[in-house]
């Protein structure tokens, strides 16, 4: 049973940091993408970062380059997501999923939802002003 388990969300100031992870079980995620939505009260899911776990390829939207960073672990089989300079407009719950990719597609994520095999249960991140 594939199982992705969030933590590391809470409360913090403008300007802080926070370090999300995702402990990933139940299967082999070689030949999966990896990622972070975010889903603000009355908003859509947004995708936030992605990462292809065999080669470690990377996306971030627009507006979090520069401040975050998704990585994975193989070893420990985690998917995390370092956030700094954290903003009140990043106050969202954040959710782990991951999305079935073979290692030979030419695109490596994707932005839509619907598409994810595999979700966590979301971790509430707030950002304060």
């Known amino acids: 049973q594939v199982q992705l388990v969030e933590s590391g969300g809470g409360l ?3 300007g802080d940091s926070l370090r999300l992870s995702c402990a990933v079980s139940g299967r082999t995620f070689n030949s999966y993408t990896m990622a972070w939505f975010r889903q603000a009260p009355g908003k859509e899911r947004d995708l936030v970062a992605a990462i292809r776990w065999f080669n470690g ?7 979090v380059k ?8 193989n ?5 995390d997501l370092q956030m700094n300079s954290l903003k009140p ?4 719950v954040y959710y ?4 079935h990719r ?5 695109t490596f994520y994707s932005s839509r ?6 979700w966590g249960q979301g971790t509430q991140v707030t950002v304060s002003s």
């Open 12 to 14: 913090v100031q403008a």
């Open 75 to 79: 070893a420990k089989d985690t998917c």
């Open 102 to 106: 073979p290692t030979y597609s030419t």
């Open 96 to 99: 782990c999923a991951a999305d």
């Open 113 to 118: 939802a619907y598409e994810y095999d595999y």
């Open 57 to 63: 390829n990377t996306y971030y939207t627009d507006s």
């Open 66 to 73: 520069g401040r975050f960073t998704i990585s994975r672990d």
């Open 89 to 92: 407009e990043d106050t969202a």
